[in-house]
């Protein structure tokens, strides 16, 4: 996976001069990435937990989802890298399409491969935060990580689902402020080699993420009930 992310990365020029721990940490990253995306730690724990949805256990999951979903996670911090000018109108924008995104899932659940897409955001923020495609294509890319977060919640009572979308704007809003006000000076620091390398280790990460999320999509659609589900709709 690490000589996939020296692929990844775009042309630059003195990319030889990045140093070997940052070689190191991309290797480390680019392991845990694969580890993260195993399906124990892909899903919100309320159902394994027995927790019942009310007022207080919506908000702490609403303010906790955010830190479980790996990719989503990531996803957050990695704003870092494209260095959006206007921090606050892009975290206004984002918090608003993001909480669209989510009721959007609550109105119209059931996005096929939905996790699949999301993964693959990560791939399309690594390509911005090098350059290569435009940062407006962030703002659809977070409302489909909204649309992924309103899955635990489907069939919830309406009490619950509203203290969830106040967690949710909490805790992503805490994110976004921390990765766009605080982590973004110090990625500004980093020389323009070590940037780039960091974009197309993101990229990386996001295929590991895409390829785990393929093949749970895999299992699923030749799982029997969804045979026999498809059988019947025929």
């Known amino acids: 996976l690490v000589t996939g992310v020296q692929t ?8 030889d001069q990045v140093s070997d721990p940052m070689k190191r ?20 724990p309320m159902e394994s937990l027995g927790l019942v949805p009310s007022p207080i256990t919506g908000l702490l999951s609403g303010l906790a989802h955010p830190l479980l979903g790996p990719d989503h ?19 206004v924008a984002l918090l608003a399409v993001g909480l669209g995104g989510t009721l959007l899932g609550l109105a119209a659940p059931q996005l096929p491969g939905a996790e699949l897409l999301v993964a693959l955001t990560l791939v399309l923020e690594g390509l911005v935060a090098a350059s290569r495609l435009p940062a407006s294509l962030l ?46 000076p110090v990625v500004a620091r980093l020389e323009l080699p070590s940037q780039r390398l960091l974009a197309g280790a993101l990229i990386g990460i996001g295929a590991a993420f895409s390829w785990t ?13 969804h045979l026999v589900c498809s059988l019947l709709l025929e």
């Open 8 to 15: 990844c990365a775009l042309p630059i020029s003195g990319a």
């Open 25 to 44: 940490l991309l290797a480390i990253s680019s392991l845990l990435a694969v580890v993260m995306a195993s399906p124990a730690l892909a899903h919100h």
């Open 73 to 91: 996670l990531l996803f957050l911090v990695a704003l870092a890298l494209v260095g959006l000018q206007r921090s606050a109108r892009w975290m």
């Open 139 to 184: 703002l659809p890319a977070f409302a489909l990580h909204g649309y992924a977060l309103s899955a635990s919640v489907i069939g919830w009572e309406a009490a619950p689902i509203t203290t969830y979308l106040l967690g949710l704007l909490i805790s992503q809003g805490a994110l976004l402020l921390a990765s766009l006000l605080v982590l973004r």
């Open 213 to 225: 999320r393929s093949e749970e999509h895999t299992s699923e659609l030749q799982s029997p009930d």
